[in-house]
């Protein structure tokens, strides 16, 4: 059977919306569901097909900021509900439906639960599905469109800039943007095709913006199988081709991200430059500030270093970082 358009499931959705909403008879609060209400809507939601419940979530999402201009104390906390239940239930959604959810969404405050799930749903199709710049477009228009100051959307912005380097359309770029190094990082994969291009679209899409020091055992869980794909000595060239140069750096845009999992790579394949590249970075001028994503994991890196310049700079690290 063929998969439900964008539109069909936006029909579907809106007249599942309304049975759903008839259906919760229990006190619904203008902050959101009773008790009673939700466990109404959620016993409501479990009997949906998946195709229903992926056309009630495209239907909450295009429905929500009209009901937030028209004050609707019923409607609005149901489907801002129903959202959520959805959402755990991972819905099969194709890229334009997804991609509607995410160009339709508006947020006033970035602090709810419908903030992070129209992300957390596009970044699970990459993952499975593979790149795709549309998508990814559709992720960093998003994440521009939210409002600032929460700490979710403080994340979700910084992960939306670390797939800027997946882009392959850099004609755009120009000025200071350039210069940023992420960006000569995307320059040089926009020239890499085919198998190991696909590859490295991966491992970018597995890294995860945090603030870890130290690589976790799931990066790496992940990240190997990858890097082996590619091949220590692939990897290791490119890393050294794409490693910053100095004197000075900008790593705006969540180079510090990008970088950091570099450094974790080199240790991944115990590449024998990586001491060598590791050492580079103590002697950077970083812009717009000392990036402690780097720093960290760089003087984590260097704890057993054997050239006298590896120990060297070790010593600029940690002082650095105790500043």
């Not at 100051?149 to 403080?154: F, M, N």
């Not at 960290?296 to 940690?318: C, T, V």
Request: a neutral charge; hydrophobic letters at 45%.
């Amino acid at each position: 059977m063929k998969p439900a358009t964008t539109l069909e499931l936006l029909a579907t959705g809106t007249e599942v919306s309304s049975q759903i909403i008839t259906a919760t008879t229990a006190v619904v609060h203008p902050w959101g569901p009773s008790e009673e209400a939700r466990t109404q809507l959620e016993t409501a939601i479990a009997a949906l097909t998946d195709e229903e419940r992926a056309g009630l979530l495209l239907a909450a999402y295009d429905e929500m900021p009209r009901l937030r201009d028209t004050g609707d104390v019923r409607r609005g906390p149901l489907l801002y509900a129903a959202a959520g239940i959805i959402g755990k239930t991972k819905p099969t959604l194709d890229e334009a439906a997804l991609a509607h959810v995410l160009l339709s969404a508006r947020h006033d405050c970035g602090h709810g639960l419908d903030t992070r799930l129209p992300f957390d749903l596009a970044m699970a199709r990459l993952r499975d599905q593979g790149w795709s710049t549309a998508l990814g477009q559709a992720i960093q228009a998003y994440a521009a469109a939210l409002p600032t100051g929460s700490t979710s959307v403080q994340a979700i912005r910084r992960s939306a800039d670390l797939l800027v380097v997946l882009d392959a359309d850099v004609n755009g770029l120009q000025g200071s943007r350039a210069a940023w190094w992420i960006n000569t990082v995307r320059a040089a994969l926009a020239d890499i095709d085919g198998d190991e291009r696909a590859c490295w679209e991966r491992l970018v899409l597995a890294m995860r913006v945090g603030e870890q020091m130290t690589m976790p055992k799931t990066w790496a869980t992940k990240a190997t199988p990858i890097l082996e794909a590619i091949g220590s000595g692939v990897v290791g060239a490119r890393l050294t081709e794409w490693w910053p140069r100095g004197p000075k750096e900008s790593l705006k845009g969540s180079g510090a991200q990008l970088l950091k999992h570099f450094i974790w790579s080199l240790g991944i394949i115990d590449h024998s430059a990586r001491e060598r590249l590791v050492a580079t970075l103590a002697h950077i001028e970083w812009t717009p500030r000392q990036p402690m994503a780097v720093l960290k994991p760089a003087a984590e890196a260097l704890k057993s270093a054997k050239s006298d310049a590896g120990l060297a700079a070790l010593d600029r690290l940690r002082t650095a970082i105790a500043r």
